[in-house]
Structure formats: C-alpha cells, structure tokens
C-alpha cells in the first residue's frame, strides 16, 4: 500500500506571511496528487488535483508543484480563512486505491 | 450545482451493520465519468478511503475493510449505498460521500458527512 507522509504536522504562520508544506509517498505516483483542506466541523474541500492544477474557485495564492514522490503545497500570504488542516491524497489506477496524508493543520502565529 | 447528502442512523451497536446511503443531486450516477466514494474519518484523526461503486454496480474497496463492506448503487433513485458488517467501537467516525472522477482520482465534490457512533 502506498504511504503518504506529510510534514510538519502543525504550522504556525503569521497573517500575510508564506507557509510550505510537504508531502512525500511510499513511492512514485508520477502526479496522482490531490491536496484539501478541511476547516473544524466542515467536508475536505479540492484545492488542488493532478499536483499542480488548482480546482474551481481556488484562490492563486495557493500553489502547488512536485512529482514522482515529493509533493509540496504553498499558501503565499495566509489569510484568517486558511486555517484549518491540509491534507494530501495519492490516486492510482491500478490497483485502484486513494490513500490520505495524516494532515497538517495550519494556524495563526 | 452538485450536491452529495448522507443518510441513515447515528447509534449501531457492536456486531451490527451499519448502513448509509447518499443520495446526488446535480449529477446523475449513470454517467460513466464517475465513480462514487465513501470516506471516513474517526474523530480527530485522518481521512481513509472505504471505497467506490460505478454506475454498472462494480466496486473497488479498501483491502483493509474489504472483508465486511458492500458498496451498491440505484441510478433510478440517484442514491448509492454503504453497508458495514461486524462494526466495533473503531468504525466510529464521521462517514462522507463524496465523486471520484474515472479518468483521476481525486474527490471533487463531498457530502457534509455523517457521524455513525457505534455503541450498545
């Protein structure tokens, strides 16, 4: 099974300021990889898909890059409605399996 | 818009099945673009994949819960189904549906989850 490792497990960053997160799998996904990000009491919501492609209505301070097995998310200056936690997800073909980071949570320094 | 809405009871006891449905608006389950997940997420941990069901009633399912989950889907009622045998105290979670895209695998669209406690 594909293991996918995210660090830190928190962030603490000031308003305005750039955060960067990382993502590594157990082994190469090529892009396969999703990041969400999931506020208290909410349903992950898509940021990203294909490790690079921001989904619909993604604001562009959020970015993202990697491939093979290395993965980052970057939020270029953090907003008040960025905290929550960040998840990853590898996506294979075959055999079909979804396999989920253990989250970063990022908050307000 | 695409809209995903869990259903079913809160409380299952030990041993017993728990069962779940969504039901999709916005979209139709015969489409053959998409697959149709379910997700869980114990209280205060991470996210796993239970599994998917296609619009022909084929399923993929997490090697770990393979044994005691039947996914199934009714296109006439754009609903498709969760069901759990055997559960314990550690299939306590919040359980979300979500639309797993055929030729990706990313989830797009989510239901707002449901809380299943299981509990005599």
């Known amino acids: 099974e594909r293991v996918m490792t995210q660090s830190p497990a928190t962030l603490s960053v000031s308003l305005g300021e750039g955060a960067t997160l990382s993502c590594k799998a157990s082994?190469?996904?090529?892009?396969?990889l999703a990041w969400y990000q999931q506020k208290p009491g909410q349903a992950p919501r898509l940021l990203i898909y294909?490790?690079?492609t921001r989904a619909t209505g993604i604001p562009d301070r959020f970015s993202a890059s990697g491939s093979g097995t290395e993965f980052t998310l970057t939020i270029s200056s953090l907003q008040s409605e960025d905290v929550g936690i960040y998840y990853c997800?590898?996506?294979?073909?075959?055999?079909?399996?979804?396999?989920f980071g253990q989250g970063t949570r990022v908050d307000i320094k | 818009q695409v809209q995903l809405q869990e259903s079913g009871p809160g409380l299952v006891k030990p041993s017993e099945t728990l069962s779940l449905t969504c039901t999709v608006s916005g979209a139709s389950l015969t489409s053959g673009r998409y697959y149709w997940s379910w997700i869980r997420q114990p209280a205060g941990e991470g996210l796993e994949w239970i599994g998917r069901v296609f619009t022909n009633g084929s399923s993929d399912l997490n090697a770990s819960l393979k044994s005691r989950v039947t996914l199934s889907i009714e296109t006439s009622k754009n609903q498709f189904s969760l069901r759990l045998t055997s559960v314990t105290a550690a299939d306590t979670a919040i359980y979300y549906c979500a639309r797993d895209r055929v030729v990706a695998g990313y989830f797009d669209y989510w239901g707002q989850g449901a809380l299943v406690t299981v509990s005599s």
């Open positions: 082994e190469n996904i090529n892009s396969n």
């Open positions: 997800q590898q996506y294979s073909y075959w055999p079909p399996s979804r396999t």
């Open positions: 294909g490790a690079f």
